[in-house]
């Protein structure tokens, strides 16, 4: 009697278990792709942050902020490792952002509003450049906005 129980408790189980993990009939949605995989992952991630420096560089209203760091080779290359990372992890990708908090990287520098738009026009103009979606384009910029905080006037 009490082998036929552990049997059954075994059947029960194991049928419990097939019915929500492994019968693809079932009613379980499958889960939608987050915005880092929406976005193309992280080249199309780096390709984004290349043109968006590269925007930034051109653009007369803020490139003055940037003389110092496009003038030494490992700094633009930090920059853009650590905007690839952040952009990365704070769209759910695979990356850590190893980089300072957005008030220890922009502490004493003044930025203004002005400046503040001018940089996420730039990220808009090489998103748009890379035909990103407008859904993808306002999910990444709502994970940005809230920084704006840390940023300006700090
Ligand atoms: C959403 C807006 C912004 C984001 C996400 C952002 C992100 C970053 C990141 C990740 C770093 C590197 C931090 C580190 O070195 O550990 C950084 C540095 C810096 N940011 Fe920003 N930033 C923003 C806005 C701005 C604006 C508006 C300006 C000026 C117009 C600015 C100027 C700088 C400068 C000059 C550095 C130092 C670069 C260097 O290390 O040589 N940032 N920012």
Redesign the pocket.
Known sequence: MKNYLVLLSFLSLTLAGMSCGENKDDLTPTPSPNLYERLGGINAITAVVDQFLAN?VADNA?NG??A??VA?PF??Q??RN??ID?ICAGSGGPCQ????T?L???QG?Q?TEA??N???GD?IAALDQFNVPTQEKNDLLAI??P??TD??DQ
């Open positions: 930034v803020i902020r940037f110092a760091t030494d700094r633009t930090l920059l650590n905007l952040q952002y190893k980089g300072k957005m220890e990287a922009h520098m930025i400046e503040f001018a940089l996420v990220l940005l906005g920084m704006k940023i300006v």
